[in-house]
């Protein structure tokens, strides 16, 4: 009957197990992100699970449930202790009463003293609990830390290429505006210059029309003799006497 069980038992977990492998086989993007809904991190249990007798799992009765019933689990044990002592398997010599003592002094010191051990070795494991949980979520903030600093340092690199065309239209400016500071003083000097070559001209015309209304009236000066200057003067002063009025 057993055997039967346990060939079933294989049968049914079988394809249990090819639909696994092929699972497993399958190509999984890493890159992409944890459904933690679908498929929470694994959190280590805090207390231990569920057991019989002090030592036997619930799982192991509950394997037996769907097959055997509830009293499947007890007749089975009955039946492999009894199997074990009939076959002389288990011997039940001086040393097996000697494992029940020492079992009896297990138990009795798991009640006595398990309470306090078990508080002790939770507290050291809280501790070092602790101390991993800390790590991590040091690890993990200096981590985003770093993430943002380097957005940051990204975010001031793609600014760099802003600054070096601002840099590059001020430099420009002030090219046009050196550029423009040049032709102005070309433009002055050589204003000052044209100034200068008109002034020079209007001078030479001035001094060229003093010297020849000069060189004219000298000439005409030792042109007129005595004589007719004489003449001339009292023609003047009979052109007066006429245009004077006759009553005077």
Same mark, same amino acid.
């Given at each position: ?96 009463? /000697?494992? !029940?003592?020492?079992?009896? +002094? $297990?138990?009795?010191? &798991? ?93 030479? /015309?001035? !001094?060229?029309?003093?010297? +020849? $209304?000069?060189?004219? &009236? ?31």
């Amino acid at each position: 009957m057993l055997s039967r069980l346990a060939l079933r038992s294989l049968q049914e977990a079988k394809p249990v197990l090819l639909g696994i492998r092929s699972t497993s086989s399958t190509a999984v993007n890493k890159s992409s992100e944890r459904d933690e809904v679908n498929f929470p991190h694994p959190v280590r249990p805090i207390e231990p699970g569920k057991v019989r007798m002090g030592f036997i799992p619930e799982e192991w009765f509950k394997f037996f449930y769907p097959k055997t019933g509830v009293t499947g689990p007890y007749m089975f044990g009955i039946g492999l202790t009894t199997y074990l002592c009939s076959k002389e398997i288990l011997v039940m010599e001086h040393e097996f009463y /000697t494992g !029940i003592t020492i079992l009896i +002094m $297990v138990v009795f010191a &798991v009640k006595k003293f398990g309470k306090g051990v078990a508080a002790y070795l939770d507290k050291e494991i809280d501790e070092i609990e602790g101390v991993w949980v800390n790590y991590r979520k040091s690890s993990i903030d200096s981590i985003k830390k770093a993430i943002e600093e380097e957005k940051k340092s990204q975010w001031e690199a793609q600014g760099q290429s802003i600054l070096f065309d601002a840099k590059r239209e001020n430099i420009a400016i002030q090219l046009e505006t050196a550029y423009r500071e040049r032709l102005a003083n070309v433009q002055s000097e050589v204003k000052k210059r044209l100034d200068y070559q008109l002034e020079m001209a209007n001078v030479k /015309t001035r !001094i060229e029309q003093k010297h +020849m $209304v000069d060189w004219i &009236v000298n000439s005409v000066r030792t042109a007129i003799t005595p004589a007719q200057e004489a003449a001339a003067l009292k023609q003047c002063f009979a052109d007066l006497k006429a245009l004077a009025p006759k009553d005077a």
